[in-house]
Every structure is written in C-alpha cells, then in structure tokens.
C-alpha cells in the first residue's frame, strides 16, 4: 500500500546510516524517484575546469548566495554559480531537492537525494559554497515574514490547480505552507549569519523562490530575481521585486521622450506581423496562434457576428503567474470575468467575444471557458465564446473589434498598437503609459465601459497614444529583456552552444557582462542604455 510505504520511508529516514547504506548499496547512482541531475553530472567536471582556467579579474567581487529548487533549476543555477564565482565572486550555491512542489516526499527520499547532490557537486566544490537549506537550523519567522510566506503558499495553489478561490484547510494549500516555512526559515538562518551582497533566485514570486525572496527582503538584504521569456539568449531580470511583475517603470521613464525611429518601428512591425501569421521571428520560439490570420470578413462569418459593434475580452490563463497578485480593483481575474459577462448578458446592443488564451492548450486546469460556462449555462446570442484551440486569430478578432478588455495579457498592448481602446483591469506592465484607460474601481471601470460604447469612434486612440503604444512595444520587447547564454527552456542545448569559455571571451563579455553585472545587484542604468 503506497501510504504505508511512504510512512516506513518517513520513519527509516529518521534512522541514522539508513540512507547512506542504501546509497552505497544502490553504487551512488540517481535515485529513480523523479530526481535526476545525470546530465549535470556529465557536465559539471568540464564546467568546472572551464571555470578554474578564466583568469580572475582584480576588482574585489560580491557575495552572493544563488537559490534553487527542482533539479532542473538546480542544473541551472548550478551553472551560473560557476559563471559568477569564474568573476571573481563569492558565491554559494543553496538548494531544496525537490523534485515536484504539489506532493510530499518521504524524509528518507529527501536524504537520498541530498547524498546524490553531494556526490554530483563534489567537482564544484573547490570553485563554490554548496549549501543545503534541509541541513540548515531554521529560525523562528517573524510574523510578518509568516504572513508574507502564507501569501506566496496561496498563489502556489493559485497556480497549480489554476483556481484563484484557495481552500487553506487543503493538502496541497498545507504542503505548500509548511515548505515554504521551512524554506524561509532556514534561509533566515544562514542570511543572517552570512549577509551576502546578494541573493540571485528565479521568479520571486511563488514557490520556496519567493518564501526566499521574502526572507532576504526581511532582512534588507538585495535580491535580484530572473526569469525567462519567449526569447531565446534572453532574460528578464529584476532588483528587490518578483520578476513576474515585469517591473518597466523605470525603462520607460528612460526612453519614452527619446525618437522613435522608423528602424525601431519597422523592427516592431515584423515582430507583430510573424504573430498574425503565426509564424516565429527572430530569436522568438513560440507561435501563439494556432493559424494565420484569416481576415476580418472570414472571422466575423466563421463566429457569426453581425454589424453590431464588438467588444473583444482577451483573457489570461487563470493562475498564470503573470496574473497573481495583479489585481488593481477586482480582487482577481475570476470576478473580473464573472462580472464583465453579467455586465454583457444584459446588453444586447453589442456583441461580447471572449479570447480564452490560447496557452491553455497546454495545462489540464480548469479553463475560462468552464467559467463562463458555469456563470452562463445558456450563453446569449450576443456572446461568443473562442476556445484555446479553436481554429480563430487572435489577430482576426482584435481587427474587428471596436473595444478591448484586458487584465494583464499583451494582448492589450497590440490592441492599442490598432488604435483600439483598451481598459485595462489588472495592473499589467503597460497600464498607465498613456494609451489605455486604467480604472481605480469598480464604478470607474464600468463608467468607462459605458463611455466608450455611447462613442465608439471618439473612444478610438489618438495617432499620438498608437504611436507612443508602438514605442513602448519596442522597448518591452527589445530593451526590457536582457542578453543571456543560457534559456531555461533550452538549457542543455545553449550550456553546450556556449561554454564558460566562450561567455567570459572578449566577445562574450562584450555580449554578457553588463547582464552577469546586474544579477550581482548593480541597479539598471537605462539612460545609458538606447
């Protein structure tokens, strides 16, 4: 019975020698359990002789402490540890051996996997701190440290059954409560101990990367986190806030009165013009669209619409971590949508579609769809409804809309790129650029709903507002996101495409020193940056 096996695991875990008998007898290979770091185990010696050869700059480097979990976060940061101690830095290298954050594992599996990580970074333990927070003695959370872990543990669940609605009496709410506690009170630990310079994890947001996220914070200690994008030798990099909140303040305040000129425009153009086609561009690896752009006349035919105006409602994957905690007046994205669809069930005078964005295609969670479906059962005749995978355009529909509703999707930003109108509900990196409608409330945001709708064509933007959505399209495009050799996605691929080596070259460095400089906490410069 798989419960009583996990119990004798839990109880043999506590048991010393148990675990380093079975490693031993087991010939110290991975533990078969979902935890698998071979391929950083083949690489790691070369990483490291790569890193031992670069020679060391004079300049005094920077303490930092570099925080994963999931082996493959681990393999990651693994490398980039090497990449910041090859500069001349400080660093240690802390992990959580994790290899999922929705179930429990087994005190002895946990240990198992500790002496597997043990044997795997022994070649790098010459170059690197290695630390692992099961081994460090937690500390007691202040209370609000506790409560900003709890939140982190409510968008954990957000995210993994994309619901907003969390129940905190559930496993999963409680599984993710207490290792997120732990995270943070074992890194309150070693951070208080220690002060690095810097702490360096991904996302920041969710996960025990943000219950450390918030333990530094605590402590006032710098925290840079990064993430990933659809660019490929790109990264999204952000200073003492979660990267998820895509945080462009400061980049636009910077550029926004500087020339756009017709090379930014025409760059901007073919980004939006391989998107309709759905196609991919430059250094971008998704399509998005499931089919190219049809035309107007064929998507109005295909769902159905008359000459009524139309009001286009794109939404996000419910749980995206690019929606949690992102609402402005709502609460979330769910009664957002639930009151937007009461709101056009009673006015039949337009004709409501709603984008499902077409990312769910690939997760299993409750869809948009199955919301509105529940909110409701007999959809009017006014309102459509396009699935993720259903043979429609975004493009198509944004070219016969008259209004746009959005809560943090890009999607707003290429609608005001058409001159559209957009509210924006949720507060997404664009909002308050000049070129959407912002709501404060709930009275504000159906204030401006209606307002739009008595005078369409007023309501449309200003050649101005498309121009500046335009210019501000190309610097979250193109400036915001970072030059970086090794994308998550294609980790193996781009670690082998460009060794150590080759990053700390002339031309790498050329390339990439600015961005390893900014992971070490050096705050942006974007006036120097055009």
């Not at 695991?9 to 031993?24: C, F, M, R, S």
């Not at 969390?166 to 009170?185: G, I, P, T, Y």
């Not at 430059?282 to 159905?304: C, I, M």
């Not at 909110?375 to 699935?387: G, K, N």
Request: net charge negative; aromatic share 10%.
């Amino acid at each position: 019975m798989p419960e009583t096996r996990e119990r004798l695991k839990d109880w043999l875990g506590g048991l010393p020698l148990t675990v380093e008998l079975d490693w031993a007898l087991r010939g110290r290979q991975a533990p078969g359990d979902g935890f698998n770091l071979e391929e950083l185990r083949a690489a790691l010696p070369a990483w490291v002789g790569a890193a031992g050869r670069i020679p060391q700059t004079p300049a005094a480097g920077r303490k930092a402490l570099v925080f994963a979990t999931l082996h493959y976060w681990i393999s990651h940061a693994a490398l980039l540890s090497l990449a910041l101690a090859a500069g001349g830095n400080q660093t240690t290298l802390a992990w959580l051996p994790y290899a999922t954050w929705k179930g429990p594992v087994s005190r002895f599996d946990l240990r198992r996997r500790e002496a597997y990580l043990r044997e795997v970074f022994k070649p790098a333990s010459a170059l690197i701190g290695l630390l692992s927070f099961l081994d460090t003695q937690p500390a007691e959370l202040p209370a609000e440290l506790d409560a900003a872990v709890e939140q982190v543990s409510v968008m954990d669940v957000q995210y993994t059954l994309q619901v907003e609605e969390v129940d905190k009496a559930s496993e999963l709410f409680q599984l993710r409560l207490q290792r997120n506690r732990a995270a943070a009170a074992a890194a309150l630990t070693w951070l208080r101990a220690e002060q690095p310079d810097v702490v360096i994890l991904p996302n920041g947001l969710i996960l025990e990367f943000g219950a450390v996220f918030h333990a530094a914070r605590h402590l006032d200690i710098p925290v840079v986190s990064y993430e990933f994008g659809e660019q490929r030798e790109r990264i999204w990099l952000s200073r003492n806030r979660p990267v998820m909140v895509q945080e462009t303040d400061a980049l636009w305040m910077a550029h926004k009165d500087l020339p756009f000129d017709e090379t930014q425009r025409a760059k901007v153009q073919e980004l939006f013009a391989s998107r309709q086609a759905a196609d991919l561009f430059s250094n971008f690896y998704r399509r998005w669209q499931n089919l190219p752009a049809e035309g107007g006349d064929t998507v109005r035919a295909k769902l159905g619409l008359d000459e009524r105006p139309v009001v286009l409602l794109a939404a996000n994957v419910i749980g995206d971590s690019l929606t949690l905690g992102r609402a402005a007046f709502t609460g979330d994205m769910s009664t957002w949508l639930r009151r937007s669809l009461a709101f056009f069930a009673a006015r039949p005078d337009v004709q409501f579609v709603l984008r499902v964005h077409p990312g769910e295609r690939n997760l299993s969670g409750p869809s948009v769809a199955d919301l509105v479906a529940a909110e409701l059962p007999q959809l009017p005749e006014s309102m459509r409804v396009v699935a993720a995978a259903d043979a429609v355009n975004t493009y198509d529909l944004i070219a016969i809309a008259d209004l746009g509703l959005v809560y943090t999707t890009t999607v707003g930003l290429e609608m005001a790129m058409s001159g559209l109108p957009v509210i924006v509900a949720g507060r997404t990196h664009y909002r308050g650029r000049g070129f959407t409608q912002d709501p404060q409330s709930w009275d504000d945001y159906f204030a401006a709903v209606e307002r739009c709708l008595a005078d369409l064509p007023a309501a449309r933007l200003t050649p101005q507002q498309i121009d500046t959505a335009w210019h501000y399209a190309y610097r979250f495009f193109f400036d915001y996101p970072q030059p970086f050799p090794w994308h998550l996605l294609h980790f193996w691929k781009d670690a082998e495409a460009h060794p150590l080596d080759a990053v700390w070259s002339p031309k790498g460095q050329a390339d990439y020193a600015a961005t390893f400089d900014h992971l070490l906490g050096q705050p942006f410069d974007w006036d120097a940056q055009d």
